[in-house]
């Protein structure tokens, strides 16, 4: 089942974000909220943890809210990374878009490349560009008194490349609200409307199935869709 934030069974730990505590942890293994940004001198990332270093092998986008998976040690993160190149990791997210999708739900098959001149941001480049896929669903629409509208998403990445689903997304012609680096101006300023809900993958030791989410944060612009966030559980 679903562990949410919250439970406790056999050696499965789940327990409330509150500060640095984990959403889940076993032995090597350890999912976080992502609240803030620790890096080593040469930047690479990691997350201090008493007298223990853990490091991030899937991570987000600086301004994406969600969960973070740390692993420590080389061993460990080459069967947890190994689990994500083979699309054996399920991942959900929700995004808060200006407008709305050409359709109820559906699928953005466009490759993506780095863009040489303005990065760090990523470009859909049919030549040189990889493979990149994103799925979208509704949740819900509103409009505020003018008319204009913003909509809540349910999203999966079927791959993970960088701002995959920011650029996509965006070629939706539905911007991600916040999102300066791809809309500066275009859409409103503030906290990315982009959240890392969900994780699903068996453990990389036990086989045991995880299933770990995580809730928006309860601030701009999540807050335009609280009621629908609260009946949905998401």
Partial sequence: GNS????????????????????????????????????????????????????????????????????????????????????????????????????????????????RDRPPRQRVDHVFGRRAATAWRILATRCDPAGTAASLLEIRPLT??????RVHLLWLGCPIIGDWLYSPGAVNQGTLGLHAAGLAFDHPLTGRRLELTSAPPQAAPWDMFTTELTAASV
């Fill in 4 to 115: 949410g934030l919250h439970g406790q069974s056999g050696e499965l730990r789940c327990v409330p974000y509150t500060g640095d505590n984990p959403v889940y942890q076993h032995g090597f293994l350890r999912v976080s909220d992502n609240r803030r940004h620790f890096v080593h001198a040469d930047g690479t990332p990691f997350f201090w943890l008493g007298d223990t270093a853990w490091e991030i092998f899937h991570r987000l986008d600086r301004d994406t809210s969600g969960l973070l998976v740390f692993a420590r040690g080389p061993e460990p993160r080459a069967l947890l990374g190994r689990a994500f190149e083979r699309s054996l990791v399920e991942k959900r997210y929700l995004a808060i878009v200006a407008g709305r999708p050409p359709a109820a739900h559906g699928k953005v098959h466009l490759p993506l490349a780095g863009d």
């Fill in 160 to 165: 993970g490349r960088s701002h995959q689903i």
